[in-house]
């Protein structure tokens, strides 16, 4: 066995302390409702000490307990609208990619290739402005938004699966579609579109967390990190924890998150196209005309 | 030749239909209202008066296709319509937000493309360094935050830890070049991500150049380090760059908004926000085609100047 190259340690390293930054504001998003407990009685805006470790919001809430309920509706709502977004972008993808039906093909990717070309937080506002979406409405709109940029990404992996002589051959050997769709391209397609995943995931939590901030999808007293950091910004010189804490939080997740995907998937990233780069939620918001 | 100008021609028709896409999603979303429009509009005050002034301000009893029709003949115009709450012009909005909002992304693009280009470079140039680890690992992590809360980190320890600068830019009107310390903040955190990915593009786009066998053959003709690196292997990494740059338009238009709530800007985003909260569909729509159209022109000019570069790659994303 060859020693560890530089770049495999400082993977490792990468990895490491991706890991370590996520787990906090991972741990007390998913756990910090269960040790919440019973809401107090409300006190005076903005005050520091009194028994409240972290002081009191804007209403007079205690921030600590805030801060362990605020983490959860952040952390649910990007899954959810990731996972949703890949829930209609890859059959989408997959039924481009695999159809010997051209104007098929164009019918379904021409729509997308136009809602690609909208900046996402103005459609998202956009929305807004006549409905008020609540939690499971931001998350559809995330997901929205996210699905152009994930059926050109499933639809170009499975292209390039589809075309190895392996498919050939499944073919002439008279496998059934479905064996040859699922049961070779969309295994080979795994590793892309979970670096893909990953990317995206960093992107929605962006999304949803800026979203939050800008009050879509949330009411304006929510238990969510966000929406703390946006309401409690009025007594930022007077206490500033309320504010701090859950940016923080916040700053640690998306962080986190982004190192350690990025640790977890390097060489795995698809080579092609020069997008090893860019990772992120907008590398490709642009219809671009096929060759 | 004729390729390229296929390429052109088909590249402007898909712009095109963007644009008319993006005002006909504009128009659909905003005027796809279940029920009454004018009562779900009305909001938080449904009296009959308000309703009444709703229907009437947005012709709502008028079939939607001749309020779409009548819509985009005063775009074509300029005639963005009038607002629903104040009764001015749209345009007179967008006249008052776009100063505040034109010099942010004036002076962010200014100092974005010497930063990230710089970064990429400095960590090219130094590939599997301590440097290059450094910038690598920094870009990465500081890519993914949302402008709001590093905004706010950086208000509380610059503005009232350190007391450096001032916190937010209330008071100085739409005069933002007259107090310049105001400017600081929202031009750094609206400089935060562009500058990551631009940089990371920009590194690639190098360590890739530099593996290649024409700078081998640059090398062994003995062409100085510094001739290769910057007139033989930079320019194989603005192609991506430049398409980079475009789409760094859509993330400037987020963090625009995010940035002016955050510092009290009265820039586009502000004016964005305050007619969304209201629920001033006209202006809403407004500002929107504006951005939208805006995106779609940027981004076409970044797959022309990206062909001019790479005619081989046809439009490498």
């Known amino acids: 066995m060859p020693p560890p190259s530089r770049a495999a340690k400082g993977r490792t390293g990468r990895f490491a302390l991706g890991v370590a930054v996520v787990s906090v504001p991972l741990v007390l998003a998913l756990l910090g409702p269960v040790f919440a407990g019973a809401p107090g009685p409300r006190t005076a805006s903005f005050t520091l000490g009194g028994g409240h470790w972290l002081g009191t919001d804007f209403v007079g809430r205690d921030v600590w307990r805030q801060v362990l309920h605020g983490g959860r509706p952040v952390v649910l709502t990007a899954l959810a609208a990731t996972a949703l977004s890949y829930l209609v972008a890859l059959p989408l993808g997959l039924v481009c990619a695999l159809t010997h039906r051209r104007w098929l093909e164009e019918l379904l990717i021409r729509p997308l290739d136009v809602l690609l070309a909208v900046p996402s937080l103005l459609l998202i506002l956009l929305v807004a402005s006549v409905f008020s979406p609540g939690a499971v409405g931001l998350a559809l709109l995330v997901a929205l938004v996210n699905v152009p940029d994930a059926v050109r990404i499933v639809r170009a992996t499975a292209a390039e699966a589809a075309a190895r002589p ?72 007077v206490q500033p924890w309320a504010v701090v804490v859950p940016a923080v939080l916040i700053v640690a997740l998306t962080m986190g998150t982004n190192l350690l995907f990025d640790a977890a998937l390097a060489g795995s990233r698809r080579p092609t196209r020069g997008r090893g780069a860019g990772s992120g939620i907008n590398r490709n918001r642009a219809g671009e005309p096929r060759p | 030749m004729s390729g390229l100008r296929s390429f052109v021609a088909r590249r402007l028709l898909l712009g095109v239909a963007q644009t008319v896409a993006v005002v006909l999603l504009v128009f659909a979303l905003t005027e796809a209202l279940p029920g009454d429009a004018a009562v779900a509009l009305a909001g938080d005050q449904p009296d009959p008066a308000r309703i009444a002034a709703i229907r009437a301000a947005l012709h709502l009893d008028r079939p939607a296709h001749e309020r779409l029709a009548d819509w985009a003949v005063g775009l074509l115009h300029g005639d963005l319509g009038t607002s629903l709450t104040s009764g001015r012009p749209v345009s007179t909005y967008l006249a008052d937000g776009f100063g505040p909002t034109l010099l942010l992304a004036a002076i962010t693009v200014a100092l974005l493309v010497p930063a990230g280009f710089g970064l990429g470079v400095l960590a090219a140039r130094y590939e599997g360094r301590l440097v290059d680890r450094l910038v690598s690992s920094v870009t990465l992590a500081v890519y993914a935050v949302p402008e709001f809360a590093l905004g706010v980190l950086l208000v509380t320890v610059l503005a009232l830890r350190l007391d450096w600068l001032p916190p937010t830019a209330v008071g100085y009107g739409t005069d933002l070049l007259g107090h310049p310390a105001a400017l600081v903040l929202p031009v750094l955190v609206l400089l935060s991500r562009p500058v990551c990915s631009l940089s990371r593009l920009v590194r690639a786009g190098m360590v890739d150049a530099l593996a290649s066998p024409y700078v081998a053959q640059a090398r062994r003709y003995g062409v100085s380090g510094a001739k290769v690196r910057y007139a033989h292997a930079l320019p194989a990494a603005l192609a991506p760059a430049a398409q980079q740059l475009a789409r760094t338009i859509d993330w400037l238009l987020c963090g625009v908004v995010v940035v002016e709530a955050l510092y009290v800007i009265p820039g586009l985003g502000t004016v964005l926000l305050n007619a969304v909260a209201e629920r001033d569909v006209p202006v809403v729509q407004g500002l929107a085609v504006v951005f939208g159209v805006l995106t779609v022109v940027l981004n076409l000019g970044a797959d022309l100047v990206t062909h001019r570069l790479v005619p081989r790659a046809g439009v490498a994303a």
């Open chain 1, 166 to 237: 392996a498919v050939e051959a499944l073919r002439m050997q008279g496998e059934t579609w479905w064996r040859l769709a699922v049961g070779y391209v969309g295994r080979s397609m795994l590793r892309t579109l979970a670096a893909d995943a990953g990317t995206r995931l960093t992107g929605v939590l962006y999304l949803v967390a800026t979203a939050a901030f800008l009050g879509v999808g949330v009411a304006p007293d929510a238990g969510d990190w966000a929406v703390m950091v946006d309401r409690n910004r009025t007594g930022l010189f």
